[in-house]
């Protein structure tokens, strides 16, 4: 029952993409909501997009039409493709497996710097 672990992070240029990636250590077919949030250096953490087990999707609007939150259920994954990377996006990534009020539901984070 550890935690999630997030990959892809990186240094990419504006307009450019990443593909972040969640593994869970628990069945997502147990978990009714994960999601991703970003912290940037001294900034709280904020919501980024989150999906639950219909399907459903929800995005800030800073990120709507760029960023895609997706699962593979079977696999025990979670994605979050980032499209047209902007320097505000520059933040290390977290996602959350279940309740974000349980501490061990979140992953340790992958950071995404985008260069002007």
């Known amino acids: 029952q550890g935690r999630p672990v997030e990959s892809g992070g990186g240094l990419v240029q504006a307009g450019g993409s990443l593909r972040l990636s969640c593994a869970s250590s628990r069945s997502l077919f147990d978990i009714k909501l994960v999601g991703w949030y970003r912290q940037p250096p001294g900034k709280q953490r904020e919501l980024v997009a989150r999906i639950d087990r219909h399907n459903d999707s929800e995005y800030a609007a800073s990120v709507k039409g760029r960023f895609t939150i997706s699962r593979d259920t079977a696999k025990n994954t979670v994605f979050l493709l980032m499209n047209n990377l902007e320097p505000d996006d520059t933040a290390v990534y977290f996602c959350?497996?279940?309740?974000?009020?349980?501490?061990?539901?979140w992953g340790q984070g992958t950071q995404v710097t985008v260069s002007s």
């Open positions: 959350h497996t279940g309740s974000p009020a349980v501490d061990e539901n």
